[in-house]
């Protein structure tokens, strides 16, 4: 009893603050009719769907295709982004030279630049006749319209996730175990692979994530540059889109479904990470 | 730098060439993937000449996807502010059960693909929807119209403004609005004259990244707004629409108000970004 009324004094004394109610209110409620309640469309629709139903859809030679193409195509450039996203947030935190601040904020253009525009700019630069292309051209090799541009567009719509999340850490690095490292005999090279790389490694696969979640998710950087060739440089998205143009809308869900799963394991992976990384912080 | 002590010329010598090669990686990364882009659109947009450029942009159909992409980031902005600040307010001022999960599924519309954001609408608002007969008793429409497209840019755009706000209060602590209510400040009076004030750059960092991702949504939009010309074309749908159709320097020009934008978004957050650092509050 005595135990009750304590716990109910202290429950109490945490809300000091009033508006409690009208704040959870609100937000619940426009999180419900905003995200929440079409969120449970899809799961609706899809629990009418059985196991093997959905195993159909989602197995058929063209959907496995794109689901290849897609996140193959956005493990690589992720795997791009990791390599200029050390280095880009290296110069950006070590270096001091003219014009460092615009470069700085050039960084988040891709966020600032509507995918679409961004979509065709590419795919007019890296075409046959593109200024950019047309070098490549002449070496034989095509960008756009192969899956060598969606990587590109890739790489260019996930830069700024794995500079943003290597650059505070940089910031917040120490300087004295590189001098510890220097002083005892290390080569720049083992330096960086045996003391930096190791401190930004964690905040460097949080960015791989997320670059990697958003380039499977993409849509209007890397449509007009993939050229859509089923079986070759179709998208998983543009899959979906197709079939929702059909009226296929129980083959879009599931397909859609499998791109969730795979986005939210991504994301789950990384808060792992990231709460692993803290902890051995934090000790 | 203090690194100056130990290093002999040589090494010195070395430090440089690593130093100027990586400067000269990141100059050309950034000039080929980012600003080349831009250069581009510009370019092409003016390739038939100023007039033909002008044309295209006073064109009856942009400025009427101007009008509805204004219309759609506003609203988002708008509702994701509010909803930013409530949120907020929620998650860093009280305790209570379910937090985690709270933040988490605010979190949702970052995580998923802007077509299956598009798709979730059209399996609750369209045909096949559960909301389809009663919004069809009251005759609303919601897929392919105005309003889909502003449900979805609202969607894509929900956790923009939270996000950035929280933590900021996260890192202020609840004291100094725990003594007011003490001393019997209302609510509204403790958030306007305590809490304001700690969040305004975060806030409007918020706004700045919510305004640049809705007006250039185009998955999301794409999937919901039928492109009906005039009626349910956003700016960048209408892109989409000109290019297709191959006036390509049309696209182009289109495209160089959305660039247009997108440079001044840019230049906004970072003065809001050093304003905030100057005030501490990142």
Known sequence: ?283 | MSKSDYRNGQVNKKINTTKAILIAVSIIFILVMLVMPMIAVITYALQNGIEAYLKAVKDQYTIKALQLTVIATVSAVVINTIFGLFAAWTVTKFEFRGKQLLTTLIDIPFAISPVIAGLIFILTFGRIGWAYDFLQANDIKIVFAVPGIILATIFVTFPFVSREIIPVLNAQGKDEEEAAALMGANGFKIFTKITLPHIKWALLYGVVLCTARAMGEFGAVSVLSGHLRGKTNTLPLHVEILYNEFKLTDAFAVSSILVILAVIILIIRNIIEHKAKKAGEC
């Open chain 1, 1 to 283: 009893m005595e135990k009750n009324k304590i716990k109910n004094k202290k429950k109490r004394g945490k809300r000091v603050i009033p508006g409690f109610g009208i704040s959870i209110g609100t937000t619940l409620t426009l999180l419900s009719l905003i995200v929440l309640i079409p969120m449970a469309s899809i799961v609706i629709l899809s629990s009418g769907l059985s196991l093997h139903e959905f195993w159909q859809i989602v197995t058929v030679k063209e959907v496995i295709a794109a689901y290849k193409v897609s996140f193959s195509s956005a493990f690589i450039a992720a795997l791009i982004n990791c390599l200029f996203g050390i280095i880009l947030a290296w110069v950006l935190v070590r270096y001091e030279f003219p014009g460092k601040r615009i470069l700085d904020g050039l960084i988040e253009l891709p966020f600032a630049l509507p995918t679409a525009v961004a979509g065709i700019a590419l795919t007019a630069l890296y075409s046959d006749k593109g200024w950019i292309g047309s070098i490549f051209a002449k070496a034989g090799i095509k960008i756009a319209y192969t899956k060598l541009g969606i990587i590109l567009a890739m790489v260019f719509i996930g830069i700024p996730f794995v500079v943003r999340a290597i650059q505070p850490v940089l910031e917040k690095l120490d300087g004295q175990y590189e001098e510890a490292a220097a002083m005892l005999g290390a080569s720049g090279r083992r330096t960086f692979f045996k003391v930096i790389f190791p401190e930004i490694f964690p905040a460097m696969l949080t960015g791989f994530g997320l670059a990697l979640a958003r380039g499977i998710g993409e849509y209007g950087s890397v449509v007009f540059i993939a050229g859509n060739i089923p079986y070759e440089t179709q998208i998983a998205p543009l899959l979906i889109m197709t079939k929702l143009e059909q009226f296929k809308y129980t083959d879009a869900t599931a397909i859609a479904l499998v791109m969730l799963i795979a986005s939210f394991i991504i994301l789950l992976l990384i808060n792992i990470i990231q709460a692993y990384a803290n902890k051995i912080t934090s000790n």
